[in-house]
């Protein structure tokens, strides 16, 4: 495997150099386009470059002085001020007032003025044919300086206050300006710049240029005077470099190129076999993965529909429930009219016609009262049951125990100080209804005092333990107890383990505790035994315990 | 004169009420009226002859909320309308224990409202205690 390798690699090599040799080839013979091409980008952005400098720079400064200072007639104003301008425009080597076609004032560095004097006769003739009186516009024409430079005299026009025509002529030399503008630029390029059909500049690489080179040429326009038209040329120092460079580049790439294919090669021999059992896998796992996606995508569209199939049974059964408590609420509500009929007539009939009626009549008269009653405590009842499904809880900490104190109080203000015994251990403050939990233990404690054997005060203890996050609170009693075998239909509603004479209620209570309870999360029950009293449970979640984030922190 | 109006539809609640304020010997002062436009054509002397004058304004009505045709609600609406009337006090006798009911009669102007009760020991005689208190003790302008 390593022999195969190592020849693979010889060969790639040889590959590669014969690539390197061909690459070289190419570049040779696409060096001359490619320098070409260059001197276009290089002579398309240095016109670019000139147009922009030269108009917002250069003719931009001048049309700024003119508005400001263009007004100026008096000469200790205006020379003071020309200079200035001259001194912070190189470029600008004269500035000249002209007042109706005549020069009035001069100023210059260098020989631009002696210029300016010396063209005095051209000046104005372009003057009078180029610009109004009046005008504000500017004009540019090229001249021929004494040194043979060539300089544009640039004619700018102003208003004057007496109406005259005056204007202001500036003479500029671009040569002194593009020397700036493309002094750090393109090197190893020869550059020429036109203005207009004249040559106003040459950099050092275009005076040794031959004759016969292609020039690569980018005109531009900048303001109101002729085009600027620049003309790059590659030298032979940047075609050298980039000769040289070539093979250079072409061995690196070819070794590179080798090395990397060789790699590749001895990569792909060494692994094939993994490669095939990775592909034999990937097609296992890529089989799977689609089956995954499909069975997930099966999934989720499962249980949007069960969610979706959720939501339309809770709101139906939500409605249901609605009615059946309005249903309820209504029957019971309009029972109670007839039946507070059958009660005062029966009352009436007791008090009004009672001596016409024997002892069986009065007893008969006596069970319509009573079962008109019973009745009427159901309805009360069915209403306080149906209330507790239905209140909102508004939970908040519960002093239970003060509640159960208070309540202590009330029984034995009711059923007689001595009817009950209590014994009441530390009570934890509950989180849940204020309201619900009064019932809840109001519930449990006159059950506990009302189921006892006739004659006996029973005892009731209340306690309660910590489980974990839950709080269990209980009410114990010594009554008569239950059969364990029904301590599930206790809490059902309208269950009843003893006659209804026998003691008073009609089956609601237990049934309303548990549903409170369920309601705050948590859960009621009962142990006990027939003749030897009854505990019943009731756990709480402790404070935030199931439904807020608080709590874990504490935990 | 009747000094009380009963607005009842209900007969068995009319007959209990009518013993209570017979064993109490206020029969003579009680109007009872069956239904909210009965009661409206009493006020306002309906059927009355020329130049006869409408009867004198009772010290109060009791008024029953669910009767046909006119309801308790009517009633009491339109008595609140009439400059004449809008000061009799009207008590509010009903089955109904809702509050929204409570709320919504308080707010139409009722001044008080009492829920139907059955004591079997005093049948119907809340309402001689109601009627002794705005007989005897209430006053208006």
Redesign the interface.
């Known amino acids: 495997m390593r022999a195969g390798a190592f020849i693979s690699t010889l060969v790639i090599a040889g590959l590669g150099a014969g690539a390197s040799l061909l690459f070289w080839l190419t570049m040779q013979s696409q060096q001359t386009s490619e320098l070409e091409r260059d001197a276009a980008v290089i002579a398309s952005s240095l016109a670019h470059v000139v147009g922009t400098q030269i108009e917002e720079q250069e003719l931009g400064a001048l049309r700024r002085w003119v508005a400001a200072f263009g007004q100026e007639s008096d000469p200790k104003e205006w020379l003071p001020k020309a200079n200035l301008f001259l001194a912070d425009h190189p470029a600008f080597s004269a500035l000249a007032r002209i007042e109706d076609d005549r020069i009035a004032e001069v100023t210059a560095s260098g020989d631009g003025g002696e210029m300016l004097r010396v063209l005095e006769p051209r000046t104005a003739e372009l003057i009078a044919d180029q610009i109004s009186p009046g005008e504000s516009e500017s004009s540019v024409g090229p001249i021929r300086m004494p040194d043979g430079r060539i300089a544009l005299a640039i004619r700018v026009a102003t208003p004057s206050v007496d109406g005259g025509a005056r204007k202001i002529v500036a003479v500029f030399v671009p040569e002194i300006a593009l020397d700036r503008i493309l002094e750090r630029r393109a090197r190893s390029y020869a550059i020429r710049v036109l203005c207009g059909a004249e040559e106003v500049y040459r950099n050092a690489d275009a005076l040794g240029a031959p004759d016969d080179v292609v020039w690569a040429v980018e005109t531009v326009r900048a303001g109101a005077g002729p085009d600027w038209s620049v003309m790059v040329h590659a030298t032979e120092l940047a075609a050298g470099e980039i000769r040289r460079k070539a093979p250079l580049v072409a061995l690196v790439a070819g070794l590179l190129i080798s090395a990397l294919i060789a790699s590749l090669v001895h990569v792909s021999q060494t692994s094939r076999a993994r490669a095939a059992a990775l592909d034999y896998a990937n097609i296992g796992l890529r089989e799977q993965i689609r089956a995954t996606t499909h069975g997930e995508a099966e999934i989720r569209g499962l249980n949007a529909a069960l969610e979706a199939r959720v939501a339309e049974r809770t709101g139906a059964l939500q409605e249901t429930i609605a009615e059946l408590e309005t249903f309820n609420y209504s029957v019971s509500?309009d029972l109670?009219?007839?039946?507070?009929?059958i009660?005062?007539?029966?009352?009436?009939l007791a008090?009004?016609y009672g001596e016409r009626l024997d002892a069986t009549g009065r007893a008969y008269l006596e069970r319509i009262?009573s079962s008109a009653?019973g009745v009427?405590s159901l309805m009360d009842g069915l209403l306080a049951f149906s209330r507790s499904g239905r209140e909102e809880i508004h939970k908040a900490r519960v002093d239970v125990q003060r509640l159960v104190e208070s309540l202590r109080d009330e029984q034995l203000a009711a059923r007689g100080a001595g009817s009950c015994k209590f014994q009441i251990g530390d009570l934890p403050p509950a989180y849940a209804d204020p309201a619900m939990l009064r019932l809840i233990f109001s519930n449990l404690i006159s059950n506990a005092c009302k189921f006892v054997r006739k004659g006996d005060s029973p005892q009731v203890e209340i306690g309660s333990r910590v489980e974990g996050n839950d709080v269990v609170y209980f009410v114990r009693d010594t009554g008569i107890g239950f059969d364990m075998r029904f301590a599930e239909k206790l809490f059902g509603i309208f269950e009843r383990l003893h006659a209804g004479e026998e003691y008073e209620g009609h089956g609601v209570g237990l049934a309303i505790v548990a549903r409170l309870v369920r309601r705050h999360g948590g859960r009621a029950w009962a142990e006990g035994a027939v003749g030897k009293g009854a505990t019943f449970y009731v756990k709480l979640p402790a404070q935030n315990g199931r439904d807020g984030n608080v709590a874990f922190l504490y935990v | 004169m009747s000094d009380l109006l009963l607005v009842e539809d209900?007969l068995?609640?009319v007959m209990?009420a009518q013993?209570a304020f017979r064993l109490h010997g206020l029969e003579h002062r009680v109007k009872i009226l069956r239904d909210g436009a009965e009661a409206l054509d009493y006020l306002n002397g309906a059927g009355l002859e020329e130049g006869e004058d409408p009867p004198p304004l009772p010290k109060v009505v009791l008024l029953d909320l669910r009767m046909p045709r006119v309801d308790g609600r009517a009633v009491l609406r339109q008595l609140r309308a009439d400059a004449r009337m809008k000061e009799v006090p009207i008590v509010i006798v009903s089955?109904?224990?809702a509050e929204s009911d409570m709320r919504e009669c308080y707010r139409m102007g009722a001044n008080s409202f009492v829920v139907?009760s059955?004591d079997?020991?005093r049948?119907?005689e809340y309402l001689v205690d109601v009627a002794r208190y705005w007989l005897n003790l209430n006053r208006v302008p």
């Open positions: 509500h109670r009219s007839p039946l507070g009929a009660l005062n007539f029966a009352a009436i008090e009004d009262t009653t009427v | 209900n068995s609640d209990v013993r089955s109904s224990r139907k059955f079997p020991k049948p119907g």
